[in-house]
């Protein structure tokens, strides 16, 4: 925990100088507090009235998977797999052979468990998706589900995944994004901002027309982008998680009175060595991001499923 804090405390210029081993700290750190609390999917998701939370994670993943029209026999790239929860079922959906990329060690090996039943679909790298160890024009295709905000330069990241992908290839992704609403003179707004990168181990966040214009500045037809958030149903929002408002044994530390009780536990367990030193810590950091994300949620000022579909232009001769 002090590791993270002293390179977040580095400003954005040493977070970009540090990115990697400031994401892998991070999520060193929360990963288990993840899978206990959301699953193995680490994402959110537009929810319709009446339906589940997982439900409609599953339903994120196969619009994206169906989007990028993937098929058994393609070659596909999951950039920022986590612990392979999306993969799993983007795989199961759609038949294609997926590789995960992920530059966190520990992950990979809980992907791996968590893929064990198609693990003939599966493949993972271990390495930073700024460089991708592939050859160019290698993939039929590439998705990334909330894993693009961690890119210390999001233009260089296209242009990587621009490389990877043969022509005619498409590259769909859900980002994070500030939305129309977002006013960069309201002080407000910046303080928002300011804790969902501090609390999500983030270099920054990009306005919707950036992320637009840095894709095309390094070749892709855009043939999609729009913010999926505006699916949700109004009464279930896709931070309803967040609050605590799904009454499950995970929501419990979304609640006051669940915050102080997991405070209580974790304390007693650092104490006596059932939990590792700083998991408070960590548990704090993860509410506060938490709250952090509903008030960019409820103010409309942030967007954590800003979709774009891009396609790498086929050759001439295609
Ligand atoms: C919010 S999680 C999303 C994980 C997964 N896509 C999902 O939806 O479950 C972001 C993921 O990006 C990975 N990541 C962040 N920066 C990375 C980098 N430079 N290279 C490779 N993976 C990275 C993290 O380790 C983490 O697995």
Redesign the pocket.
Known sequence: MDDYKTIYGAGEDGRKEQ??SF?NHY?DLVTDFYEFGWGQ???FAPRRRGESFEDSLLRHQHFIADKAALKPGMQVLDL???VG??MLNIARHSGANIVG????AY?IERAKVHTKDIRSLCRFIKA???HIPEKDDHYDAVYA???TP?APDKTELYREIFRVLRPGACFASYDWCLTDGFDFGNAEHQRIKNAIMIGNSLPNILTTPEVDSALQSVGFDLLDAHDRSCDSDRETPWYRALQGRDFTLSSIPRIPWGRALVNLTLRAGEATRVFPKGSRAVSTLLNRAADALVEGGKSGIFTPMYFVLARKPPRSTD
């Open positions: 990115y990697s994401v999520y999917s680490f994402h920022g797999c986590g929860g999306p990329i992920n530059n966190n992950q930073d998706f700024m589900i909330e894993a961690h």
